[in-house]
């Protein structure tokens, strides 16, 4: 099962107690203070394992509490510390304070490692507390407590790159054809219920990691078939394989709709270098409408390429190029591997605001439905059928309404306008 957010606690360990002791030998009846220091607590330690992709051990296991240091000896021995608690997360795990929502570390670097909590120091024996007037001092410190925290543990797949497309466009048969990877795989939507991830070997020097996206669906970006959980995997990917299905009615207005919910889920995705690939050329039917579809990408600046994941035709010439846009595409900003960012709260990019010009037109305006109207094929009746949806969905109808709009009076949503009809 592919695990990808969890809660769990954690506890660094208290610090051994500092002993209160006075020496004790032959011949010596008033011996000092040699009451030994406790020993440190356990640290909290994260540290990625390369060769874990889920957080599924967390699914039965959700308090990890770290050992408490030693207390002191006698003749000045000082406690033994304890072992810090390992805690190992896959690549590419963001973990957030659950109580605050705030971000702690952000952990993508292969064997890096961070203290969450530090274990407590431990305490000072007698011997810290003698002073001119109090030679003999029977008193010592315990332990320091270790820090608790409540966590939310979130991955986000590490991949070159992720695979996105409407369900059942055959992204788990692409996945399968070219990788080592075995999803599952039938004929109809939703086969894929949870990321897949796959490694390609073109040659001794080129390896590819690819990420198979569950299916995306209008609405995906609010969380609509729980299309939001699965596009954050998508967030670390350099490069997107856009796979559009050769058996639906309308493979652009597919297009149109999934570059739609990836600006509204995150304005970066919608910038991320893309391959256009048509699947299923193995159906002669699709075969016969290839020519046509890749004219209408040609108007639009796209190369459409074409392959069947099935017959496994053009996939070494898909890859390749692949290997090439990745290149040429720029290495992500990694975080620090000890950075703890400040993260101040963000106005919501689904906000808008409706204004009515001087020269009566209504005008809305808001970065989340101005980048789905940017993306939208106006052209194409099932976009703008599409688009209105969308509008309904995050309120900008309503709000047009309680605004005053009326039939015929023309509304503006960046650079595109249009009349209002109820």
């Known amino acids: 099962m592919f695990i990808d957010e969890v809660k769990i606690y954690v506890r660094s360990g208290k610090g051994g107690d500092g002993m209160v002791h006075f020496l004790q030998q032959k011949f010596i009846t008033h011996g000092g203070p040699d009451g030994g220091d406790g020993g440190k607590g356990g640290n909290i330690i994260f540290v990625v394992n390369n060769h874990m992709n889920t957080l599924q051990l967390f699914q039965h296991k959700t308090h990890f509490i770290a050992d408490d240091g030693r207390k002191g000896g006698v003749n000045n021995q000082t406690g033994r510390g304890a072992k810090g608690l390992i805690i190992e997360v896959p690549p590419g795990t963001l973990i957030y304070d659950s109580d605050s929502s705030a971000l702690i570390v952000d952990l993508v670097e292969k064997d890096q490692q961070f203290i969450l909590c530090q274990g407590g120091r431990g305490g000072k024996g007698n011997p810290h507390f003698k002073n001119s007037r109090n030679q003999a001092p029977r008193t010592a410190e315990k332990g320091e407590p270790g820090e608790e925290k409540n966590l939310r543990l979130e991955l986000k797949l590490i991949a070159d790159i992720g695979i996105v497309g409407m369900p059942n466009a055959g992204k788990s048969s692409l996945l399968a054809a070219v990788t080592n990877a075995r999803p599952k795989i039938a004929n109809y939507p939703f086969t894929t219920l949870e990321p897949n991830l796959g490694v390609v070997n073109l040659d001794d020097n080129t390896t590819l990691v690819l990420a198979d996206i569950p299916g995306l669906v209008e609405g995906a970006h609010m969380g609509v078939g729980l299309g939001d959980s699965f596009l954050r995997h998508i967030q670390r990917c350099r490069v997107l394989i856009h796979l559009l299905n050769g058996e639906s009615e309308d493979p652009l207005a597919d297009f149109s709709q999934i570059n739609s919910e990836l600006a509204l889920f995150d304005p970066m995705l919608g910038e991320k270098s893309q391959l256009v690939v048509l699947n299923k050329i193995d159906n002669p039917e699709v075969l016969a409408k290839v020519a046509g579809l890749q004219k209408e990408f040609k108007k639009r600046g796209i190369q459409l390429l074409t392959i069947s994941a099935l017959a496994r035709t053009n996939l070494t010439d898909l890859m390749w190029k692949t290997a090439q846009l990745l290149r040429e595409s720029p290495e992500p900003e990694l975080p620090a591997a000890h950075a703890i960012p400040v993260y101040r709260p963000e106005e919501d990019a689904r906000n ?69 009809q109820d």
């Not at 109207?373 to 309680?402: C, H, N, P």
Request: proline share 0%.
């Open 352 to 420: 808008f605001t409706i204004l009515k010009d001087s020269d009566g037109k209504w005008r809305v305006k808001g970065k989340a439905i101005e980048r789905a109207a940017a993306m939208t094929y106006w052209e194409m009746e099932e976009s703008i059928r599409r688009f209105q949806r969308l509008m309904d969905t995050l309120g900008v109808d309503d709000a047009l309404r309680k605004a005053g709009v009326e039939n015929g009076e023309t509304v503006c949503i960046g650079e595109f306008e249009f009349d209002w």
